[in-house]
């Protein structure tokens, strides 16, 4: 009996290990991170780690990892899988295009670059949408904010220390 259980135990380890698909980081980057919505209140210190069409940011708070976030097909919140569409109706409160998210954490422009400032060490942007959001979005070499007024929420993203 024992015989067959390590060697079933073996096979389940060899297929899984052979499922898991590697994920090359490019970038990871110490991160300070705020986010207040209406359903959700977090403030950590983690880290976010960025290579092709993945994201992986983990936020800690008292030593204890409070956020686990990954995105490359579905968005995944510890573990929970959602649509990017769920997900961005959970966190925005309204149906943004798919990749918002990582687009702020990226600190890359929102929204196609619509109304965009170029600042010295980067960019702004105000982008309004009647009855839906009101966005002021701001990112440069030191992190990013991310306002929506009209919904109460707020991203506030803080590089820390130097990118590897």
Request: aromatic share 12%; hydrophobic share 40%; glycine share 8%.
């Amino acid at each position: 009996m024992y015989r067959f259980l390590i060697v079933f135990a073996g096979v389940m380890l060899f297929f899984s290990a052979c499922s898991v698909k590697e994920q090359t980081i490019e970038t990871s980057q110490p991160v300070k991170l705020i986010i207040k919505t209406p359903l959700v209140k977090l403030s950590g210190i983690g880290f976010y780690k960025k290579g092709g069409k993945y994201a992986n940011l983990q936020i800690f708070s008292g030593g204890v990892a409070t956020l686990d976030y990954k995105s490359a097909g579905n968005i995944c919140i510890n573990d929970k899988c959602m649509t990017r569409g769920i997900f961005n109706e959970n966190l925005f409160l309204q149906p943004h295009y798919d990749e918002l998210i990582d687009d702020i954490l990226a600190q890359k422009p929102i929204y196609n670059s619509k109304n965009i400032i170029k600042t010295e060490d980067g960019f702004s942007q105000h982008v309004i949408k009647a009855q839906e959001f009101d966005i002021s979005y701001e990112a440069n070499e030191s992190g990013a904010e991310f306002y929506d007024l009209q919904n109460n929420i707020t991203i506030q993203i803080t590089k820390l220390g130097k990118e590897q």
